[in-house]
């Protein structure tokens, strides 16, 4: 049987590869739910921007979650889906052991939030000689970090203090790590990327669950209309 720190509500991403063990775009996300009497494991069928995603009996995927502030994998197999009420659910078979890894990727979600934030070069810069806090909006979030519109130019490695409004403030500090140039007479110039240096671990958790929670609405407004 797999030991893992799963509970249920865990937030899932799946990554998952074709017959020739290539990996398919794109991450997916889910939700577990419980481990069955074969120690196979039951979670959500996986969302793609509000819809279900339908994975085929026998489709290997990378399971990929979040606690305490590591990050862990194990690998698994599709054995089938069900649907009870209005709830699809994906039963899959654990393939190997869960192992603890190193990840600077999360799944990206598109979305337009408010965020306030403020650059300086030199990570050593006081709080008191950062400046003033500049308005900006999010194109998409992520447990990682943010790509986000605005009105100056950083240059890449500089830092930056923000606070994400989502349904709660999100303070966090992180490392410019892309910078486009997107003029062309809007409000904002610039989109910037941004990974997070400096985020406890409960608020990456709610920005994570912010984004399921999201994905699921996106699904419920699908299925009343």
């Known amino acids: 049987m797999l030991k893992t720190k799963l509970t249920l509500g865990t937030k899932l991403e799946l990554e998952l590869y074709d017959a020739n063990g290539n990996k398919m775009e794109p991450t997916l996300i889910s939700q577990f739910e419980a481990v069955l009497p074969d120690d196979s494991m039951e979670?959500?069928?996986?969302?793609?921007?509000?819809?279900?995603?339908?994975?085929?009996?026998?489709?290997?995927?990378?399971?990929?979650?979040?606690?305490?502030?590591?990050?862990?994998?194990?690998?698994?197999?599709?054995?089938e889906r069900k649907l009870e009420g209005n709830i699809h659910y994906l039963r899959i078979r654990p393939l190997t052991e869960e192992e603890k890894i190193q990840r600077r990727y999360f799944f990206r979600f598109s979305c337009v939030r408010d965020v306030e934030y403020r650059l300086f070069a030199d990570g050593d810069t006081q709080e008191e000689e950062r400046g003033v806090f500049r308005k900006g909006v999010t194109k998409d979030i992520s447990g990682g970090g943010i790509c986000f519109w605005a009105d100056?130019?950083?240059?890449?490695?500089?830092?930056?203090?923000?606070?994400?409004?989502?349904?709660?403030?999100?303070?966090?500090?992180?490392?410019?790590?892309?910078?486009?140039?997107?003029?062309?007479?809007?409000?904002?110039?610039?989109?910037?990327?941004?990974?997070?240096?400096?985020?406890?671990?409960?608020?990456?958790?709610?920005?994570?669950?912010?984004?399921?929670?999201?994905q699921r609405k996106l699904l419920k407004r699908g299925w009343t209309k």
Request: charged fraction near 30%.
């Open 43 to 79: 979670i959500l069928s996986p969302l793609l921007e509000g819809r279900i995603f339908p994975v085929r009996r026998g489709t290997r995927m990378v399971v990929i979650y979040q606690k305490d502030g590591e990050v862990y994998k194990f690998a698994s197999e599709a054995i």
């Open 152 to 214: 100056v130019k950083p240059e890449i490695g500089w830092q930056v203090e923000g606070i994400l409004r989502l349904n709660r403030d999100i303070p966090f500090i992180g490392r410019v790590v892309r910078v486009i140039d997107i003029r062309e007479g809007g409000r904002y110039n610039y989109e910037i990327g941004v990974e997070y240096t400096d985020i406890t671990n409960m608020n990456r958790e709610r920005v994570i669950s912010f984004i399921y929670e999201e």
